[in-house]
């Protein structure tokens, strides 16, 4: 089970990937896909290793990052 | 599970117009973040610049008065004198309060005025397409110094927290950045020093934000950081110039 969990706003993300190099155990990365905007956006691809740290939402500029932890 | 982090409360629902990765974002962010901490949102009033900052004012819910270019310590300074109780802040890039700006400012400093300044230095005109500015560094290349800025030419990066520092009207001054979570907590603390301070009449605080433009630098935003840990943050030291 996840310790934490990360909801990313996709259609306010801008793809910078900041958040990509905070995440301190490497679980986001960019979509294959784009949105409303065109940008790729930043996504969970491991879900399951999140430790709710919030790190990534700290440094997203955007404010598109919602973390939970248990 | 429990909710740890969330956008600010008082940051609209406005997606902000700010280059992807822009420092911009991050620092307005946690401006939002410390006037509601501090339960201060209906007593504050920030005054925005010229510059890619100009709209502040849409994205943090609060009072704001937009001032002509570089002149918003000035604005601050009236706006605190007639509103003593309010918390009064500015927001300004380089080019505003370090270029055009500059007699505003150190007055501002000199006065001792109770407001808080909050200064994002990413050493370029960001708005207008990456024009060299007086904090751009040696060397650094811009669209009006293709060949990197010349000492001979164009003289040396201009390090206003250093020079305000020495003003007795100044309380606090410190260099901060915002590119890694560590780094965004630290700045967090600075911003509402600054607005304490302020709150309690003892001087102006400077807090400066070292900052990247990364479309005006022309790199990618993750690029754009790791380019001002190495070139930026040698020049522009972090840490309290003055507490
Ligand atoms: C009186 C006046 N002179 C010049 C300009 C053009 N101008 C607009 S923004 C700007 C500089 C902005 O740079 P900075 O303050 O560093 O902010 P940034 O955009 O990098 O955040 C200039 C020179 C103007 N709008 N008004
Ligand atoms: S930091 Fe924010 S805007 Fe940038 S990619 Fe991550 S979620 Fe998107
Ligand atoms: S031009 Fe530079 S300062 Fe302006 S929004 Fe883009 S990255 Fe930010």
């Known amino acids: 089970m996840a310790k934490g969990r990360v909801e990313i706003d996709r259609e306010r993300c801008k793809g910078c990937e900041v958040c990509i ?40 500029p955007d404010g598109c990052i919602e973390v939970w932890r248990d | ?37 501090l339960g201060i949102e209906s007593s ?10 100009v709209f502040a004012y849409k994205y943090i819910d609060i009072d704001w008065i937009q001032a002509a270019h570089g002149r918003a310590c000035a604005v601050a300074s009236a706006v605190k004198r007639l509103e003593p109780e309010k918390m009064v802040f500015t927001y300004q890039g380089d080019g505003d309060l370090s270029a055009i700006g500059t007699g505003e400012t150190i007055h501002a400093c000199n006065r001792g005025e109770n407001i808080a300044v909050i200064y994002v230095n990413n050493a370029i005109y960001g708005m207008t397409g990456g024009q060299m ?15 990197g800025r010349e000492v001979n030419i164009h003289g040396y990066p201009f390090k206003v927290a250093d020079m305000v520092a020495q003003l007795e009207g100044v309380c606090y001054v410190t260099r901060q950045s915002v590119h890694t979570p560590a780094s965004v907590r630290k700045a967090k603390k600075a911003i509402r020093l600054a607005f304490e301070n302020a709150l309690a009449g003892k001087g102006l605080s400077f807090v400066e934000v070292v900052s990247s433009c990364n479309s005006g630098w022309k790199m990618s935003p993750v690029g754009a950081n790791e380019w001002m840990e190495q070139n930026m943050f040698p020049f522009y030291k972090l840490g309290d110039i003055k507490v």
């Open chain 1, 21 to 60: 190099g905070a995440c301190p155990v490497s679980i986001l990365a960019l979509s294959s896909s784009v949105n409303g905007k065109g940008y790729a956006y930043a996504e969970a691809v491991l879900p399951e290793k999140c430790t709710g740290c919030a790190n990534c939402a700290l440094v997203c």
């Open chain 2, 133 to 147: 500015a007086p904090t751009t560094l040696v060397g650094m290349k811009t669209s009006t110094s293709p060949g």
């Open chain 2, 44 to 53: 504050t009033i920030g005054v925005s610049p010229v510059g890619c900052s």
């Open chain 2, 1 to 37: 599970m429990e909710k740890v982090y969330s956008k600010p409360r008082l940051l609209t629902d406005a997606v902000m117009h700010y280059c992807p990765g822009c420092s911009h974002g991050t620092i307005h962010k946690i401006v939002a973040e410390v006037i509601a901490e």
